[in-house]
């Protein structure tokens, strides 16, 4: 499949997101910021070559069937007032099978699904850069507030979205991902424990002053059973 994104020297190798590396045990900071670890594809939009925002997967392939995300996140751009890079976690019926299933082939069929659980946000031309010096904890401060800020203006746009006469998904387009502050390692196992009995993959840690820099490294850190 031809890439369609537009970075300097970009190749297939090149990582488009910050990863996470393994967690063993210890805080990153002084606090740390835990989120829950969803079970979806990876997903960034941005504006390829044709100059068009889309989404697209760590690995660079295009996710169809998703033009009432896009919608949310170019109210999103229109208050920031600037062209941005929105990170986040894309699930289809809550489950990864279903989502694979509509990115590899029931997309195809007609309509949209799915739900963006946006984590992370920064502009593009920072993003193409190779990341955000901004703190993260800043950064998604700005992202529920741009989110917040874009739901409002939805809610009193009257008008259906062009091509929908007001059929939308009946998941919500985007959520932000919500977190805790933890200053112990114990308090992240707690959270853990949690997460499991209620079934879910596991957590995020993530050092609360952190940048984001495009590649694996250990400002984020994965916890899952069996870690």
């Not at 019926?93 to 007609?110: D, I, Q, V």
């Amino acid at each position: 499949m031809t890439l369609h994104y537009n970075l300097p020297n970009t190749r297939r190798s090149i990582e488009l997101f910050q990863l996470a590396g393994r967690w063993s045990g210890n805080l990153l900071s002084d606090t740390a910021v835990v989120e829950c670890k969803m079970d979806g594809f990876r997903a960034g939009h941005w504006r390829g070559l044709d100059g068009k925002p889309k989404f697209w997967t760590r690995n660079g392939y295009a996710i169809e069937g998703t033009g009432h995300i896009s919608h949310v996140l170019s109210v999103m751009e229109r208050v920031a007032g600037e062209p941005m890079f929105f990170d986040g976690e894309f699930i289809v019926g809550n489950t990864l099978a279903e989502t694979k299933a509509w990115c590899e082939r029931n997309w195809k069929s007609g309509g949209e699904a799915g739900t963006l659980h946006l984590f992370d946000a920064m502009p593009d031309r920072e993003w193409r850069d190779g990341g955000c010096d901004m703190p993260l904890i800043e950064r998604k401060a700005r992202l529920q507030a741009l989110h917040d800020a874009a739901a409002g203006e939805i809610a009193d746009d009257w008008a259906w979205r062009e091509g929908t006469r007001d059929k939308e998904p009946d998941a919500p387009p985007t959520v932000v991902v919500q977190h805790n502050i933890v200053a112990a390692a114990r308090g992240v196992q707690m959270l853990a424990d949690e997460v499991w009995a209620q079934g879910g993959e596991g957590l995020l840690i993530k050092d609360t002053a952190a940048a984001y820099t495009r590649g694996r490294n250990q400002a984020w850190l994965k916890l899952k059973r069996g870690n």
